[in-house]
């Protein structure tokens, strides 16, 4: 059974940085399409990244030049940097993994908050 578990999210200021990961246990991070969705107050649920068997990613055209994402197969980690954050991005974000954009399978991890504020 695939689990996953977010960490590294917390309050940071304006124009700072974070990196989020996602620890995978029951299956190899690169095996899967690994997303990151966010999901404000008041607003529906998006899609922020996701990346395909650990190599090409989409990245959200709202914060493209500003987050990345990666795979690590060493620690079977995804991860998302975040740079140059701004109040718009406080969110709840939450990691994803499936087979394929059409799989019935989706797993989610529990989410860990982001709030960027001075």
């Known amino acids: 059974q695939v689990h996953l578990v977010e960490s590294g999210g917390g309050l940071v200021q304006p124009g700072g940085s974070l990196r989020l990961s996602c620890a995978v246990s029951?299956?190899?991070?690169?095996?899967?399409?690994m997303a990151w969705y966010r999901q404000a107050p008041g607003k529906v649920r998006e899609l922020v990244a996701d990346?395909?068997?650990?190599?090409?990613?989409n990245i959200r055209d709202s914060v493209k030049g500003r987050f990345t994402i990666s795979t690590d197969s060493a620690t079977n980690t995804v991860s998302l940097h975040m740079d140059r954050l701004q109040p718009e991005d406080t969110a709840v974000y939450l990691c994803?993994?499936?087979?394929?954009?059409?799989?019935?399978?989706?797993?989610w991890g529990q989410g860990t908050q982001v709030t960027v504020s001075s």
């Open positions: 029951g299956s190899a991070v690169n095996d899967y399409i």
């Open positions: 994803n993994a499936k087979k394929a954009y059409f799989s019935a399978n989706n797993h």
């Open positions: 990346i395909i068997n650990g190599g090409h990613s």
